[in-house]
């Protein structure tokens, strides 16, 4: 599995809104950013990032660009998921899920299905 780089916070929620949108341009972005709207400079620039880091890639027509996803969005969640639980809970699945419960994260009812769908995967 080839290491993704990691997204700021910036970068990932603009992230999430290209995956969201697909094909895009940077004011199709902004567009769905909550008033007020964060300047096209900044976003223009968090975009250029995210395509240095192999994240998008775009598609010139004229002096207009439109940026598409490289990277799935199940991918990075995967990448990511994987990553928090090898470097806050040493790997270890259980210790991640008792997290959860003490911090009244989960309820009985979503570990009881979790345990339905583990059932239904080893069968």
């Given at each position: 599995?080839?290491?993704?780089?990691?997204?700021?916070?910036?970068?990932?929620?603009?992230?999430?809104?290209?995956?969201?949108?697909?094909?895009?341009?940077?004011?199709?972005?902004?567009?769905?950013?909550?008033?007020?709207?964060?300047?096209?400079?900044?976003?223009?620039?968090?975009?250029?990032?995210?395509?240095?880091k192999g994240f998008v890639d775009h598609k010139a027509y004229g002096?207009?660009?439109e940026y598409f996803p490289l990277i799935q969005k199940d991918d990075y969640s995967r990448r990511s998921l994987?990553?928090?639980?090898?470097?806050?809970?040493?790997?270890?699945?259980?210790?991640?899920?008792?997290?959860?419960?003490?911090?009244?994260?989960?309820?009985?009812?979503?570990?009881?299905?979790?345990?339905?769908?583990?059932?239904?995967?080893?069968?």
């Open positions: 599995m080839v290491k993704l780089k990691s997204l700021t916070k910036a970068e990932e929620e603009i992230m999430q809104y290209i995956w969201l949108l697909g094909r895009c341009t940077v004011s199709n972005i902004i567009e769905q950013f909550p008033s007020p709207k964060p300047p096209h400079s900044s976003i223009s620039s968090v975009v250029r990032i995210l395509e240095k002096r207009t660009y994987l990553s928090l639980l090898k470097d806050y809970f040493d790997g270890s699945t259980p210790q991640l899920v008792s997290y959860l419960v003490e911090e009244d994260a989960t309820t009985i009812e979503e570990l009881q299905d979790l345990i339905k769908k583990l059932k239904k995967k080893t069968t």
